[in-house]
């Protein structure tokens, strides 16, 4: 079945509104789709692997409608994947979520009344990793602070894209070769003093290794910042945003469209690091989620 629907976009209200024409073939939505019932657990082949804890994807099944339904958790719009018989939301949980119940909104269009579709959010205990760093990087003088706060402005910005075409597939090719650390989640404590957790995947590679786009994707922002160094951010569409930072070089610029294993940097050891690597994220409706559950495993 190939649907074509006229998708109302989920931006806030004080952007302007815009119509999209999406068309999803039946062939992609085997992809992501095929669970029935809520918070289904992992199913092989499916990608992102649910992984219902903080930090995890959530694949909540919205049931058949003719249009693609509105979904939103608090004010954040949501990914909306599927067809007529069987839409499905899928749905990044902030390492910062609270365990137990939890839900979001969902309703026919932006303007019509919203249910609830509820789930439960499970503990998952990251361990503790211990880091010592360059003093300045952790104890920040005033300058680096403010530097720090208006990079965090800006980024936030960035991180609240949501744009069409929604991504036709969610299954990424890994951004460099190398051993990656299962270090997603980890509560870090730098030079004594704990801090935010890892919200990322590190990948063990030297510098001037290429990075490459897991998906196809828009770069939407790039920079060389305080504490991810030289980045690149990529929208991938409906929220889907990925992002590569401790770059030695940057190959693209704002605004150009990539392809999947299409070549953005490379490997390099900027911002506060503890050598060369590849540190990329990989956010869902503003949510840093494990970059693991979306590669083939
Ligand atoms: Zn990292």
């Known amino acids: 079945m190939h649907a074509h629907t006229s998708l109302t976009t989920f931006l806030p209200s004080r952007r302007t509104a815009l119509l999209a024409s999406v068309g999803l073939l039946a062939g992609s939505s085997a992809v992501w789709a095929a669970s029935k019932g809520r918070a289904k657990a992992s199913e092989p082949g499916v990608w992102p692997r649910a992984l219902v804890v903080p ?12 249009e693609r339904p509105v979904a939103v958790a608090g004010e954040v719009p949501l990914l909306v994947l599927g067809d007529m018989i069987e839409w499905t939301a899928v749905v990044g949980i902030p390492l910062s979520a609270p365990l137990g119940a939890a839900h979001i909104s969902v309703a ?9 579709v509820a789930y439960t959010v499970a503990d998952k205990r990251y361990r503790e990793q211990r880091l010592t760093v360059a003093p300045r990087t952790v104890d920040l003088s005033p300058e680096n602070q403010a530097r720090y706060e208006r ?12 744009s069409t075409p929604l991504p036709a597939r969610l299954a990424m090719q890994v951004p460099t070769p190398g051993r990656r650390s299962s270090s997603f989640g980890l509560r870090r404590v730098f030079n004594g003093q704990a801090r935010n957790p890892h919200s990322g995947m590190d990948i063990a590679a030297s510098t001037g290794t290429p990075v490459v786009a897991p998906l196809p994707g828009k770069v939407i922002d ?25 770059l030695s ?39 840093m989620v494990d970059p693991a559950l979306f590669l083939p495993a």
Request: aromatic share 6%.
């Open 108 to 116: 026919a269009t932006a303007d019509s009344p919203a249910r609830q």
């Open 222 to 246: 790039t920079g060389d910042y305080f504490f991810n160094g030289q980045t690149v951010w990529l929208d991938h569409g409906g929220g889907l945003l990925s992002m590569v930072c401790h």
């Open 151 to 162: 990079e965090r402005d800006h980024q936030a910005g960035v991180m609240a894209t949501f």
């Open 55 to 66: 930090g995890g994807v959530v694949r909540l099944s919205l049931g058949p409608a003719p």
């Open 249 to 287: 070089a940057i190959d693209v610029q704002i605004g150009d469209s990539v392809h999947t294993g299409q070549r953005v940097g490379a490997v390099g050891a900027t911002g506060r690091v503890t050598g060369p690597h590849l540190h990329w994220g990989v956010m869902l409706n503003r949510s």
